[in-house]
Every structure is written in structure tokens, then in C-alpha cells.
């Protein structure tokens, strides 16, 4: 009977607090159907009348490019960086797991420890660099950092789920005659993709919901991604339509969301697992 009261209390605890944090994306959504009025004085969750037309103006949006504009920009942004950093992260923590050289010790710890340089120090420099080179005003200042691994966390997942995965793999395929990349890419990578899944799912959340970087590096709004232009909606100069905002609120987190769900088997894997068991 504890037992059973025990879990009950426990399965109404995590319903409990399941809903307070998903509260605010129901309240987001239904927002998108209400009027200004009912958005700032209302206390209903639902709103009296039903209007779709939030979502139709809000793509439109006031300017001269529409919400399908901004959408391509952002997946044009965050694609390549995401394969980008895949690449690099996986050559770059199979190089460190599995081969031995002078200074690899010295190399992962200078590696990890810009971990602990906060991204407020990097954002000068790292301006004034691609500024120099030519690269403000593209997608450059998001891919290159991608393919040259600059992504130290991501290295370090997998160079640990690369140590939890027996050498006598690489032995067993050397013995076939395989070298060091085809080792990577036939044994390694099918044995990472729970890790390359995580590095997947937490690129593309970090580069779709950025802000910082393209209000810094992006200046055309030609090239605006989806998170400039939401903040782009908002005109201070006139009451703004929150039901657009909403809407088009509501519309930008449905890929992650999407993506998220489609690998949550692999996210929770890469995550738990330290490599091969048994």
C-alpha cells in the first residue's frame, strides 16, 4: 500500500511540474488566436473568438521579405554548421582517443580549458577577425568555427564514448586491411551515432535560437535568420500585433521540436552511454 501511495504521489508530482513547464508554450499558442486586448488585460487561457489570421499576416510579416525567407536563412545558417561540426568534432576526438603522439595530453587539456573562457571575452576578437578575413554580413563566422572544431564540448562527449568502445575493434579491422580512416568510418562512426545524434540535436537548438551572433556578424536583412526577425516584428515606434508575434513564435520552435522528438532515442543514448557494455 506505501508502495503504491508512493508512486502515486510521485506520478502526480512530475504531472504537476510537467505542466508548469509546459505551461508557457500552451499559453504561446493559444495567444496566437487572441487580440492585443485580450493578450494584455485577459486572464483566459482560451480566447473568446478563434483568429488564424495571426499566423497568415504574421508570415507575410511588414517588410519586404516574408517569414519563408527567413526560414530558408536559418536552415541555410544552421545545416552546414551542423554537418560542419560533426565532422570536425568526430576526426578531431578520434585523433585524440585513439592515436598516440607528443603532446596529446597537453593538447586535450589546452582543448578543454577553453571551455572555461566565457563566449563575452571571445565576442571582439573573434569580430574583428572576421572582419578582417571578410566575413561579416555572411554565414562564414557560423560554418568555418564548425568545420575547423571549435567546439570543445562536443569533442569531449565523444572522445569519451570513444574510450568506452574496445581497441580490439581497430586491431580486429586492421588485421582485414582496413586503415585508419576506413576504421573510422565502417567500425567507429556506426558504434557514435547515439553521440553524433546528441551533437546534432544540441548544434541545431544552439545555432536555430541564436541571437548574438547574427545581430553582430549579420547586417542585411536579406540574410536575417528566423530569430532576427521575430525581434524584427517588435516596432517600438507603434503598438506591435503580439497574435504575429505569437504565431510566428509558435511556427520557429516546431523544427527543433520535430527534430528533438525524431531523435530522442539517440539524444538519450549519447547522453547515458559511456560506450560498448558486455
Avoid at 607528443?102 to 569580430?127: C, D, E, Q
Wanted: proline share 6%; hydrophobic share 50%; with cysteine.
Amino acid at each position: 500500500m506505501r508502495k503504491k501511495i508512493g508512486k502515486w504521489c510521485s506520478f502526480l508530482f512530475v504531472t504537476a511540474l510537467g505542466i508548469c513547464m509546459i505551461y508557457p508554450l500552451i499559453w504561446l499558442f493559444f495567444a496566437s488566436f487572441k487580440t492585443n486586448n485580450e493578450i494584455n488585460l485577459g486572464t483566459a487561457l482560451l480566447p473568446e473568438h478563434f483568429d488564424p489570421s495571426g499566423f497568415v499576416k504574421g508570415w507575410r510579416s511588414t517588410g519586404q521579405y516574408t517569414f519563408t525567407d527567413y526560414f530558408i536563412n536559418t536552415f541555410v545558417m544552421v545545416i552546414p554548421t551542423v554537418l560542419f561540426t560533426v565532422l570536425s568534432c568526430t576526426l578531431t576526438a578520434y585523433g585524440f582517443a585513439r592515436f598516440r603522439f607528443a603532446g596529446n595530453r597537453f593538447l586535450f587539456g589546452l582543448m578543454l580549458s577553453t571551455l572555461m573562457v566565457p563566449n563575452s571575452v571571445l565576442i571582439i576578437p573573434r569580430y574583428l577577425l572576421y572582419r578582417d578575413v571578410g566575413w561579416l554580413n555572411t554565414y562564414m563566422p557560423f560554418w568555418m568555427p564548425g568545420l575547423l572544431g571549435c567546439y570543445p564540448f562536443f569533442i569531449y562527449q565523444e572522445v569519451q564514448f570513444l574510450r568506452g568502445v574496445p581497441r580490439e575493434l581497430d586491431e580486429a579491422a586492421k588485421i582485414d586491411g582496413c586503415g585508419s580512416l576506413q576504421i573510422l568510418v565502417r567500425i567507429l562512426v556506426p558504434i557514435l551515432k547515439p553521440s553524433l545524434m546528441s551533437v546534432c540535436i544540441f548544434q541545431t537548438i544552439w545555432t536555430w535560437n541564436d541571437f548574438m551572433n547574427p545581430l553582430i556578424y549579420i547586417n542585411s536583412v536579406s540574410k536575417y535568420p528566423i530569430a532576427l526577425a521575430l525581434r524584427m516584428s517588435l516596432d517600438v515606434a507603434s503598438s506591435a500585433n503580439w497574435n504575429e508575434i505569437m504565431a510566428m513564435a509558435c511556427v520557429s520552435i516546431v523544427p527543433p521540436v520535430i527534430l528533438f522528438f525524431c531523435l530522442q532515442k539517440y539524444f538519450v543514448e549519447g547522453i547515458a552511454a559511456t560506450g560498448l557494455k558486455g
